[in-house]
């Protein structure tokens, strides 16, 4: 888990969507800290990428970590589940999805508009460790290589994770690289939307196709 880093993680994103497109370009989507893997990847090997769609997602091109963009102004009204551990010696950021406490900040962190039911299946199948070379690494794109990929973010209105105002950095910033400005999709929502409105998303990525 300490050897995982936001590149190793890219890298395997390439080869996997070299697998499944067969070669050829693939519409890429990608939520949350995911964002931060397809950006690289996407810098990495843009002849793959016929689309990348940011789902509530972090983008970070501009040299800093996606820990940076959160601990910044723009996302300051956050709501974080506490770690359990010391990351520097896990290698990870670790959560207790079993703790009642934590599953009521888990649960207002990514899932506030879903229904109980759906809330409490996810969190009972979230991952317990991110590798905490992901989060912490700088990411440079460039309008060479990334920036000749269309783009589409889906911007959540009631995200507690990724608030508003940094997506409508995220979105600047892509648009500064980018060929053409990206595409907004802008959905009422928490974190989650494939969560609570799966249909407006799956409409969002049937669009980028």
């Known amino acids: 888990?300490?050897?995982?880093?936001?590149?190793?993680?890219?890298?395997?994103?390439?080869r996997q969507i070299r697998v499944i497109g067969g070669g050829?370009?693939?519409?890429?989507?990608?939520?949350?800290?995911?964002?931060?893997?397809?950006?690289?990847?996407?810098?990495?090997?843009?002849?793959?990428?016929a689309h990348l769609v940011y789902v509530a997602a972090y983008v970070p091109v501009t040299g800093l970590s996606a820990a940076k963009y959160a601990a910044g102004p723009e996302n300051e009204g956050k709501i974080l589940p506490s770690l359990v551990g010391d990351p520097a010696v896990l290698g990870a950021l670790r959560l207790d999805t079993g703790d009642r406490d934590a599953q009521a900040v888990i649960r207002d962190a990514f899932y506030g508009d879903v229904n109980d039911a759906t809330a409490a299946a996810a969190i009972s199948l979230l991952g317990s460790d991110l590798p905490a070379g992901i989060p912490n690494e700088p990411i440079t794109a460039t309008a060479a290589r990334y920036g000749t990929i269309p783009h589409t973010y889906l911007t959540t209105a009631k995200d507690n994770t990724i608030r508003p105002a940094l997506q409508q950095r995220f979105i600047k910033e892509i648009n500064a690289l980018a060929s053409r400005p990206a595409t907004v999709v802008a959905?009422?929502?928490?974190?989650?939307?494939?969560?609570?409105?799966?249909?407006?998303?799956a409409a969002a990525i049937a669009g980028a196709c």
């Open 1 to 14: 888990m300490a050897g995982i880093t936001a590149s190793s993680a890219a890298a395997t994103l390439v």
């Open 24 to 49: 050829d370009p693939c519409v890429v989507v990608a939520h949350s800290m995911g964002g931060t893997v397809a950006t690289a990847a996407a810098e990495l090997e843009p002849s793959l990428f």
């Open 187 to 201: 959905l009422d929502t928490s974190h989650s939307p494939f969560l609570s409105q799966p249909a407006a998303v």
